[in-house]
């Protein structure tokens, strides 16, 4: 493992550190930032290139289901989809459920290679106690989980104690052990793009593998900007630090469209080095059917009926 | 990575005719100069083959503007904006037929095209129809000038002309109107517009040709104001022909706008300002950001980025609807760009450019840095309207203002800083006539645009424009 030899040592060393560190980081023009997403979401992804796209698209999806009537049978349908999401498409990258169906999902998809998220830390909120955080990260990493998506304290954050932040994320690292971590930064909560770059570079500081938008409870999730702020704050992480860490937009990516635009993005802000799984996820649910009836389109020239494909 | 598949705009829409003739006093008519080729930059091929007026045809023109002027400005404000709205509309309907044509011929990106030229092409006919029945509000009068002779360039063939026509009309006035030799195919497609809408005879007319053409139209004596954007040089010809004739002038002439990027600045944005600054158009915008002026302190971390950022412009057919760099408009443009960098390169600036594969047939010319640029170099000095950017640096606020007005020109600047109170500071100081602050070529119907030195003078665009033609 590498230690952290870079200038970026220091920066958590104190509060006031911390707070310089972030504060110091350019601003973000939010005319600009929206421009520039508006004006990459007009790019023509046609034919060879849309076909491309949505294999890619599919394989980097996180399927979700994170609702309080979620249960076993819930679960291992979706696994099976996620496994076999239609004709001859690729499994997606993971599913992503709450810490007590990890279980169900761990066993439903042993060895496929799909990996089992689950949400943790007090999701979706975060309001609870450090230790009941740990506590609640560790019980999914037990069950199987694979990845841990874990939320900020935004209060915290918001109230400008950034180090209560950071050395909560730390400690929920701790307790990932070999689990990879997805810091989810609730961008709607954070509102402004000031907000998203600091939230963005504090998790990566803090030891995130991931970053992620969005619970999915909070309107707007994944908003083009935001992706595109959060794909440039990985791409500057990893010119100063070396490391690369991943991004997943989630929340609100409903249709192929939406999805092309966020791999465009990726293309044109980070580099095709975050164009694989292991670094570009999408948190989503609906946004899968949409993915598979537009490639059964472009490979057969018409649209099925929606009866043609999975409700699970 | 995935490459984007080709995503050509269809050029169906476009009914290109082999020929076309001059638009006087409401009818198609032939030239009797000798007809000259307009050509797609992109491809070398020839487009069609277009009338050139002599200054006989030009003399019909005006002719035919004088006979219409007393019609058309008798008729009440409310009906003169009927005809500019309904022309507007059809603008709008025809939006896409109008911008690929503008794209067939100009060589620019059918994005911009159909992103930025024609919606504001649009928006301007609207706003200034709004105007037509309030100019006894605007404090000008409201007595229009006559018949006002206008040559514009080629580098936003329709848009200029509609920062000519639109307030022309508007305040009453007719229009002899000359496109530029280049690029004439759009605003003889105006020519059908205004037929469509019924415009009354004689209110517009377009004369193609080249330099004499254009000559004709401003030394005419029945021509009563000249609207000119173009070249400082052909500009100060023009100040001459019409010293001492009672002709009211506005000229929109040259650029050598500095983008000033502050060590606060948001950075990722200021990049995209920087490229929006130069190479949106090829850089054939008169207001370009051709010279960064960026503070020492920041300079490493900003050139990476913005080199990153020419990485990923992609270069190619206009009509390809990802493209972002389009052709130059013409081998003698090309000729003029590439003798400029040369110069650059031997006067010891250092020449960098992204890898980038130009297309064999065609004027292209790749998007290209310089730096180590100071400001006795060439490049830091002659509007080089091209995709070509020299890189200055400063220390202090005082330094940056000190350099970007050190130039004869003075028509826009950019102020890149998150710190309010120093983009004002920047503002009052700056000699140019648009100082944008954390964004640049943004372009509003009801924003003035207009120079300071040999910028030009006069005001077009807004309440200022209106200015231009009522009698005051």
């Known amino acids: ?107 439903a998809l042993r060895g496929s290679g799909v990996k089992v998220a689950s949400v ?33 304290d935004r209060g915290a954050f918001l109230s400008g104690d950034y180090l ?17 971590l997805k810091v989810i930064l609730e961008t709607g909560e954070l509102v402004t793009y000031d907000n998203v770059r600091r939230a963005s570079w504090l998790a990566m500081l803090a030891g995130a593998d991931f970053i992620k938008t969005s619970t999915g409870k909070v309107s707007p999730a994944a908003t083009l900007p935001v992706t595109l702020i959060m794909l440039e704050a990985v791409r500057d992480f990893r010119d100063r630090t070396g490391r690369q860490v991943g991004v997943k937009p989630a929340g609100g990516i409903r249709t192929t469209k939406d999805a092309i635009k966020n791999l465009v993005l990726v293309q044109e802000t980070a580099g095709a080095d975050w164009l694989t799984p292991d670094w570009f996820r999408l948190g989503a649910s609906s946004l899968l059917n949409d993915l598979l009836m537009q490639r059964e389109k472009l490979a057969t020239g018409r649209y099925a009926g929606p009866d043609y494909f999975t409700l699970d | ?78 009906e003169r904006a009927k005809y500019l709205f309904r022309i507007a509309r059809i603008i709008q309907e025809r939006a896409r037929e109008l911008a690929v044509l503008e794209s067939l011929d100009n060589g620019k990106p059918i994005r911009e095209s159909r992103d930025v030229d024609l919606p504001l092409v649009a928006a301007h006919f609207f706003y200034y129809a709004g105007w037509a029945d309030k100019l006894q509000y605007a404090g000008f009068g409201t007595k229009p000038l006559g018949v006002a002779g206008q040559v514009i360039p080629w580098n ?12 022309a009309l508007a305040c009453g006035n007719t ?42 139209v401003v030394a005419h004596p029945e021509v009563d104001k000249v609207a000119f954007t173009g070249s400082t040089e052909v500009g100060r010809l023009i100040a001459r022909t019409v010293a001492g004739t009672g002709k009211k002038v506005t000229l929109e002439l040259g650029g050598k706008a500095a983008n000033i990027v502050f060590d606060d600045a948001p950075i990722d944005q200021a990049v995209e300002g920087i490229v929006n600054g130069i190479f949106f158009n090829q850089g054939h915008v008169c ?89 006795s170099h060439t490049i830091a000095r002659e509007e080089i309207f091209g995709p070509v950017l020299s890189v200055l640096t400063f220390r202090t606020p ?69 200015e231009a033609y009522l009698d005051v």
Request: a negative charge; glycine letters at 10%.
């Open chain 2, 156 to 167: 936003f063939p329709l848009l200029m002309l509609a920062w000519k026509v639109a307030p």
């Open chain 1, 120 to 152: 943790a830390t007090a999701f979706p909120s975060g309001r609870s106690s450090l230790d009941v955080k740990v506590a609640d990260t560790a019980f999914a990493v037990a069950a199987g989980a694979d990845e841990i998506d874990m939320v900020i």
């Open chain 2, 398 to 466: 005082a330094e940056a203002v000190e350099k970007a007005n050190n130039t004869p020109y003075g028509l826009s600047a950019g102020v890149w800083t998150e710190k309010g109170s120093r983009i004002l500071w920047m503002a009052e100081r700056l000699r140019a006539g648009v100082v944008w602050a954390n964004t640049f070529n943004k372009f509003d119907p009801a924003s003035p645009f207009g120079g300071y030195k040999e910028s030009g003078y006069g005001r077009e665009g807004g309440l200022h424009g209106l």
């Open chain 2, 287 to 375: 207001c370009a950001g051709s010279r960064l002026l960026v503070q020492e302190s920041v300079q490493e971390e900003l050139l990476a980025a913005l080199k990153r950022r020419l990485g990923t412009l992609r270069l190619g057919d206009p009509l390809d609807k990802n493209t972002d760099i389009g052709a130059i408009n013409s081998a003698e443009q090309l000729a003029r760009i590439r003798s400029l960098s040369e110069t650059g390169e031997s006067e010891g600036a250092e020449r960098w450019s992204p890898a980038c594969e130009l297309p064999e047939r065609g004027f292209w010319f790749p998007p290209t840095l310089f730096t180590g640029v100071a400001q």
């Open chain 1, 1 to 107: 493992m590498s230690v952290a030899t870079t200038p970026l040592a220091d920066v958590a060393s104190s509060e006031a550190a911390l707070r310089a560190f972030l504060h110091g980081l350019p601003g973000v023009d939010r005319v600009g930032a929206d421009q520039r997403a508006a004006m990459l979401g007009t790019r023509s992804i046609k034919t060879t290139a849309k076909a491309r796209a949505i294999d890619l698209a599919i394989s980097m999806v996180d399927l979700t289901t994170l609702e309080g009537a979620d249960t076993r049978g819930k679960v291992r349908a979706m696994c099976a989809k996620a496994l076999r999401p239609g004709g001859d498409a690729s499994r997606v990258a993971a599913v992503c459920v709450y810490p007590d169906l990890v279980a169900v999902a761990a066993e």
């Open chain 2, 1 to 78: 990575m995935f490459e984007y598949a080709p995503a050509p705009e269809s050029r169906e829409i476009v009914d290109l005719r082999p020929s076309y003739g001059l638009f006087i006093d409401g009818e198609f008519t032939e030239g009797s100069g000798p007809a000259f080729k307009t050509v797609n930059p992109a491809t070398e091929e020839t487009l069609a083959e277009v009338a050139c007026a002599s200054a006989d045809d030009v003399d019909r023109a005006v002719r035919a503007a004088r006979k219409a002027f007393g019609g058309w400005s008798g008729l009440p404000g409310s």
């Open chain 2, 175 to 216: 229009v002899v109107l000359k496109p530029a030799e280049t690029t004439p195919l759009t605003a003889l497609l105006f020519a059908d517009i205004c037929r469509q809408a019924e415009l009354p005879p004689g209110v517009v007319n377009i004369v193609t040709g080249a330099g004499e053409t254009g000559a004709a």
């Open chain 1, 164 to 180: 209560k932040v950071y050395e909560e994320i730390v400690a929920v690292k701790a307790a990932c052990g070999e689990a990879h």
